[in-house]
């Protein structure tokens, strides 16, 4: 199995689709009852609170009082959803290349 080659339109494509997700994942969140809204909102941070958590105990003055850990896990949340579509569109594009 040989790696898809980098093409730029599909990484822009793979950013969009993972910003997507991740707003839609918040616009739905916000309407469920806080119980439930609490325990989904947390379940797609995992991946990336963990390495938020670690950077929080190497202790960064002044950025744990600010928002920065919190936008820091969104942002790097976005960055695995964009990751994970990039090579689905990948892979789809090789299988449908090939049965061309």
């Known amino acids: ?11 822009a494509a793979a950013l969009g689709i993972g910003l997507g997700i991740e707003v839609l994942e918040g616009i739905c969140v916000s309407f469920l009852p806080p119980r439930w809204a609490d325990w989904i909102g947390e379940l797609p941070l995992q991946p990336a609170s963990y390495l938020v958590t670690l950077l929080a ?44």
Not at 1 to 11: A, D, N, P, S, V
């Open 1 to 11: 199995m040989e790696l898809t080659k980098f093409r730029w339109h599909r990484l």
């Open 57 to 100: 105990k190497a202790g960064h003055p002044g950025f744990e009082g600010q928002v920065g850990y919190f936008l820091f896990a969104v942002v790097l949340q976005w960055l695995i959803y964009s990751v994970a579509v990039y090579l689905l569109l990948g892979i789809f594009r090789k299988k449908r290349d090939a049965s061309n």
